[in-house]
Structure formats: C-alpha cells, structure tokens
C-alpha cells in the first residue's frame, strides 16, 4: 500500500491544474506523520503506521528554508501561485502556527506578492484564538466538515481526543465568511455519506456556517482502509447543485 510522506518543512512546487503552481508548507516531521484526525483514506496513512522520530520544523527552519526556495524561484523566474500549507498531518497542531503565518506572509509580500496563502487544516484547532487570527489573515482557510454525524466522524475521520461538531461549526461561522469548507464523500460496504441522511444536514450546517465557498471532492489515490470506493461524479454533481442552489459556490473534484 502506497502512502505518501511528505519533505519537511518545504516540499515541491507542485503544478496543478486547479492550483497553478503550488509550494507546499509542511509543518511536521519530514519523517512520519502527526495528525488530531486518524482519517481512513488518509493519503498520509494511519497515524499508528507513521509515527515520526524527528521533531517538528522550528518557526525559524520553516522562515528559512521558505525564503531560500522563493530566492531561488524568483531567480528562475518561476514564481508560485499559492503558497499551501498541508503535508504529513494538521498544520496548526504547530505550537508557533500563528507566528508562521506571520512569516509567510511577509515573505509572500516580498518575493511574489500575487501569490496566495493556503492552508488545509481539520478544524480541531480554530477554537484557539491565535489559530483562528491567524486563519483570518491567509487567502484561503480551508477547513474540514466531513459529515456532522458524531458517529460516522468517530468511524471515519477518527478523532484522536474529544471532538464535539457542533462546537467546531459554531468556530467556523466566527469567521463571518472567512472560510472554505472541504468535504470528501465517499461509498464503502461500512462507510457511505453520499446519502440524503449525510448530505441533508450537512448541508443545513454549510448554509449556517455561510462559507465563501466549498470544496467536495473523493478518493483520489489509494487509501490505507481498504474497501473505500470513490463518490461517483453524478453524486458528486447532485451535492454541487444543491450547495450552489443555495447561494454558495461549490466546485467538485472527481
Ligand atoms: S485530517 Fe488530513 S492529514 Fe489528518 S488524518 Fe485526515 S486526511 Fe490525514
């Protein structure tokens, strides 16, 4: 089974077709993962299969490594589109996560101003408020809302201490707009959101939390659960509409 481990703290760019050119922030260890979700598609793997050994990047590894390969993009001409914290686990479980925004921001005004700021994060830690001010200062804070089942969230997304959704929408609407949810239907013999019984209160959280836009998307490589089967593009369209009907943009990624 292939997973991926990401480098530490910078890694790429990497050219996507919906990103442009991205340089991917990784604020955990180059050598495993560290993560307050145990997801079961997880493209990381399992947490208990990737325990690092190496500790977390400083604040001041990250700002240097950071300027180093944007001097060295600017000098082949080559600027990023978006700057993408993700990586192997949940970016603000770094103790200097703010102060890193901080960072990052400064030396996107300075090497490629156009550029946009990221971050793919699961939500468990925007109840802190130096997490949250530092998410209202990036481009796009996109943020994790599998499901609002307790159930299906502690079979699937695998919270590893107390997790309490209705808690994490009412942060995501402290935002006021601020915020990009992010939701990954999939079907399986045991797992299935692709349902009215999923879709219908999910969506009835998303028009509360009222987000800028939302991103859906499935299975896209293989995942360290096996029997996970990807959301079909159909599905996948159905949920689109329904988000854009009510008022907020969605994009879909099959
Ligand atoms: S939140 Fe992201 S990094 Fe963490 S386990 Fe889930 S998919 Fe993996």
Known sequence: MSTIIYPSPIFGPVHSRRLGISLGINLLPADGKVCTFNCIYCECGLNEDHRPSLPLPTREQVAERLEAKLREMVAEGQLPDVLTFAGNGEPTCHPHFAEIIGDTIRLRDQYCPQAKVSVLSNSTMIHR??????????????????????????????????????????????????????????????????????????????????????????IDRETPTQGLLKATHEQLDRIRDRVIAGGIPCTASY
Do not use: S
């Open 129 to 218: 408020q130096a997490v949250h001010d530092a998410l209202m200062q990036v481009d796009n804070n996109i943020l994790k809302l599998d499901t609002v089942d307790p159930i299906y969230i502690n079979k699937v997304d695998c919270p590893t201490g107390a997790y309490d959704v209705k808690a994490i929408i009412e942060r995501m609407k402290a935002f006021n707009g601020h915020v990009i949810i992010q939701t990954m239907f999939m079907r399986g013999l045991n797992y299935d959101n692709t349902g009215e019984a999923y879709v219908g209160p999910w969506l009835e959280a998303v028009k509360d939390i009222k987000p800028q836009q939302v991103m859906i998307y499935t």
